[in-house]
């Protein structure tokens, strides 16, 4: 009587068993939790007819020769500003893609320094869950004279959290602090 070896049958069974475990439906994980390359960040703001832009830039996006301008800022004043987020090294206009995935992303305002209760910061804008964006937001500046401060921008992309608009998630494309000069 002849035995058949059962190791013929197995390793057969077992490539079709892993083989129907794939599915090409899987999404694709290149490219997820990727952050963007930002190299430049302006910052406009407008109030009574007149706009400024604030830049903090950094060439080569590796951030080792960022710069940074100093916001000049009037005391007793609100503001419109609106944030333009750009990849120099490939020409690219991130703020463009940050309003296409606003579900994705949220800019924070972090007022610091000594005269940072005087600054109040709001996004204007929402995603389309009711949710803040930051790339148009409403700066307001407390009277009580002349002091410093900072404002620091943090754009947080939400991948695998889900946004909340209020937390920021573990993923920073950007984290800016302009230094402000209040007049």
């Known amino acids: 009587m002849k035995y058949l070896d059962t190791r013929i049958f197995v ?8 083989l129907a475990g794939c599915d090409s439906t899987d999404p ?13 960040l302006a910052v406009t703001l407008s109030a009574n007819g007149q706009s400024v832009t604030y830049e903090a830039n950094d060439p080569d996006g590796d951030g080792t020769n960022l710069q940074i301008e ?36 949220q800019f924070f305002f972090i007022p610091g320094g000594p005269a940072a209760a005087r ?7 929402q ?24 404002l620091q921008i943090i754009l947080s992309h939400f991948d695998d959290a889900p946004k909340d608009g209020v937390n920021r998630s573990d993923e920073t494309d950007i984290d800016v602090t302009f230094p402000v000069t209040i007049q």
């Open 127 to 150: 995603d389309e869950n009711g949710l803040p964006v930051g790339l148009s937001f409403q700066l307001t500046v407390a009277g009580g004279g002349s002091g410093t401060a900072s």
């Open 11 to 18: 390793l057969p069974l077992l490539f079709i068993v892993l």
């Open 28 to 40: 694709d994980p290149e490219g997820v939790g990727e952050e963007e390359l930002i190299t430049r």
């Open 70 to 105: 100093t916001m000049v800022l009037q005391s007793g004043t609100t503001y419109s500003g609106s944030i333009a987020v750009f990849d120099d090294v490939n020409g690219e206009d991130v703020g463009e893609e940050i309003a296409d995935e606003d579900d994705e992303h």
């Open 119 to 125: 600054l109040s910061v709001v996004a204007t804008d």
